[in-house]
């Protein structure tokens, strides 16, 4: 789908990402610019969370996520927070750490979009799942920086963001949540140089997050 599309030069455009960087790139401050991007342009190591561990076995729930710079991963640990706080037994990890079931009641999935879709190991542990996940209650979450406005248009636009997600599954709630743009994410994007010199924006709404959590699977 067209709205669904987010080209490279669509999104900087959006973004404003563009000015900066060139006047760092002309500045002569690469040398410095390059040796502090060397830690930050890797894509980010996941990490694995429980919560509820004193909460009873037979109330298990997966979140299970996908991110590139973090953003996705910090969303998927406040749900597994509040899901703990629920009484749940909550396992957080990346897709693809997810090796074994283990008896989930219910399963929370959530990925970062980049170029209008999920991540593509979102998609594939969707598709490589969806037998186990058709007899398990699902919910997921999109973590996104544009067509956040409440406007059809947009609201199409984000949609689609799971239109190879669908097919495979049947999910009770779907959530669109704001995320974040940081020279992590500005490096897949653009020359190493104007990355440095991204500013960083912050959309996330742990609010909003955090009630979501409190109302899935109720
Ligand atoms: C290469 C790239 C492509 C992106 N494409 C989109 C997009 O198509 N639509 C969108 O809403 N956000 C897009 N974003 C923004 C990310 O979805 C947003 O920064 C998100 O918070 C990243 O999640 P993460 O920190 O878990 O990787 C893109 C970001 C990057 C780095």
């Known amino acids: 789908m067209e709205t669904n599309k987010v080209t490279r030069r669509g999104f900087l455009k959006i973004a ?3 000015l900066g960087g060139s006047i760092l790139t002309c500045s002569g401050l690469g040398y410095l610019a390059s040796r502090s991007l060397a830690t930050k342009m890797a894509r980010l190591e996941p990490s694995e969370f429980t919560f509820g561990e004193g909460n009873s076995a037979d109330a298990r729930v997966l979140v299970a996520y996908a991110t590139y710079a973090g953003s996705t991963m910090e969303v998927a ?8 706080v629920r009484g749940y037994r909550v396992d957080v990890k990346p897709v693809s750490e997810v090796t074994r079931w283990n008896n989930y009641q219910a399963v929370v999935i959530g990925s970062a979009v980049q170029y209008g879709d999920w991540l593509p190991e979102a998609i594939e542990f969707v598709r490589a799942n969806q037998q186990v996940l058709k007899s398990t209650r699902v919910a997921l979450f999109s973590v996104h920086i544009l067509n956040l406005e409440d406007d059809p248009t947009s609201r199409a636009a984000r949609l689609a963001y799971l239109d190879r997600v669908r097919p495979s599954i049947q999910a009770e709630a779907e959530e669109f949540f704001a995320g974040r743009f940081d020279q992590r994410g500005a490096v897949r994007l653009l020359p190493k140089l104007i ?6 924006f912050d959309l996330l709404d742990w609010s909003k997050i955090r009630a979501w959590a409190q109302t899935i699977f109720s």
């Open 195 to 200: 990355a440095w010199a991204t500013p960083e």
């Open 77 to 84: 640990a406040a749900i597994g927070e509040e899901l703990g």
């Open 16 to 18: 404003g990402l563009t």
